[in-house]
């Protein structure tokens, strides 16, 4: 069975990448352009893991994690921050808030690609 993967970005051309990356390799994405879209789209569904930018309109990425960890249904699966934030200030926040890991901007499809099979074992 295919693992489905949330993207959230307020960037349509970063959403648009991530997903062409994923699919390719198997996995289902789902959409997301803020924190507060996102949420309406876990609700119900079956997610195996999250790509989050940090900066979003809304609601941002930190602020996502948070209200995804606070639902029994996700406490533990993978949480990627895929940003342009390099600070290690801003990784210990996002690591705090229950972030898996943190790819910058801009990636390299294989570097995606790596993290997201290494954390979806």
Do not use: H
């Not at 789902?30 to 940090?54: F, P, Q, R, S, Y």
């Not at 801003?90 to 890991?101: D, M, P, V």
């Amino acid at each position: 069975m295919s693992k489905t993967i949330l993207t959230v970005d307020d960037s349509d051309s970063i959403r648009q990448m991530v997903k062409f990356t994923l699919t390719k390799e198997g996995y289902n994405v789902i959409e997301a352009c803020d924190g507060k879209d996102a949420l309406t789209k876990v609700n119900g569904a079956n997610i195996d893991m999250v790509v989050t930018d940090l900066n979003m309109p809304n609601m941002d990425g930190i602020t996502l994690i948070k209200n995804i960890r606070a639902m029994a249904k996700f406490k533990f699966i993978p949480i990627i921050m895929l940003t342009t934030e390099s600070q290690d200030s801003k990784k210990a926040e996002g690591k705090s808030a229950g972030a898996t890991g943190w790819i910058v901007k801009p990636f390299k499809p294989e570097q995606l690609i790596t993290v997201t099979k290494k954390v979806l074992r």
